[in-house]
Nanobody, 126 residues
């Protein structure tokens, strides 16, 4: 059983950067596709980014493409989300998710994944 624990959220000003971490425990996630979702107040959860087990392929939502970068360190059993040039509309709870399979975007866009973290709050405000 894999457990995911997110960290790194906080309150920042517009234009700032944050790096979120997602530490996995219980088993190795080296063969898993991993990624991030977010849910803003009053809105539905949305896909943010995903990465294949090797890190060779990444996918992003249009709203974050060019500003956010997903990466992973399989030796550390950890996935990261580097967020640059943050905007107030990026304010949300960010969730890490994983799927013990090849990266299938239909599953990531629908959120039909095996494991989820508890989330970490990111607030972008002056």
């Amino acid at each position: 059983q894999v457990q995911l624990l997110e960290s790194g959220g906080g309150l920042v000003q517009p234009g700032a950067s944050l790096r979120l971490s997602c530490a996995a425990s219980g088993r190795r996630i080296a063969g898993w596709a991993m990624g991030w979702f977010r849910q803003a107040p009053g809105k539905e959860r949305e896909f943010v980014a995903a990465i294949t087990w090797s890190g060779a392929t990444t996918r992003y939502a249009d709203s974050v493409n060019g500003r956010f970068t997903i990466s992973r360190d399989n030796a550390a059993n950890t996935v990261y989300l580097q967020m640059n040039n943050l905007r107030p509309e990026d304010t949300a709870v960010y969730y890490c998710a994983g799927d013990n399979a090849q990266l299938q975007m239909s599953k990531w866009r629908s959120g039909s994944l095996e494991v989820w973290g508890q989330g970490t709050l990111v607030t972008v405000s002056t």
